[in-house]
């Protein structure tokens, strides 16, 4: 396979993983995610945007999630994301203890 091919094919991927995630499994939900695989659609979203960046292209954080996400997070908010379980939030936290602030 030429890496035009092998790039497209990965293109094509992406493309269906977010279309997947932004469409078909709405109902899912980014703690879940980071809670099961260690990232989430915030976390797909800060690597475009910071893929953007490396390239040279001025991107910001909401602008990397307005890409990714299809519309501004605040109105993704309100459409689809639920409060967290109790049960979710623990798990998080076992996982992702707090960064030192000092």
Known sequence: M?????LE???????RMQKHLMEDRTD???IDMMNQSGF???????????AANERGIDM???EGREAFYGMPFA??????QTDATGSA??????????????
């Not at 998080?92 to 602030?101: G, I, L, Q, R, S």
């Open 2 to 6: 030429d890496a035009q091919t092998k």
């Open 9 to 15: 094919i990965e293109a094509a991927v992406f493309r």
């Open 28 to 30: 899912v939900q980014n």
């Open 40 to 50: 989430c659609r915030n976390c797909l979203s800060r690597w475009y945007q910071e």
């Open 60 to 62: 910001s954080k909401d």
């Open 75 to 80: 109105e993704w908010k309100t459409q689809y």
């Open 89 to 102: 939030k623990a798990a998080f936290d076992a996982t992702h203890p707090p960064k030192d602030t000092k």
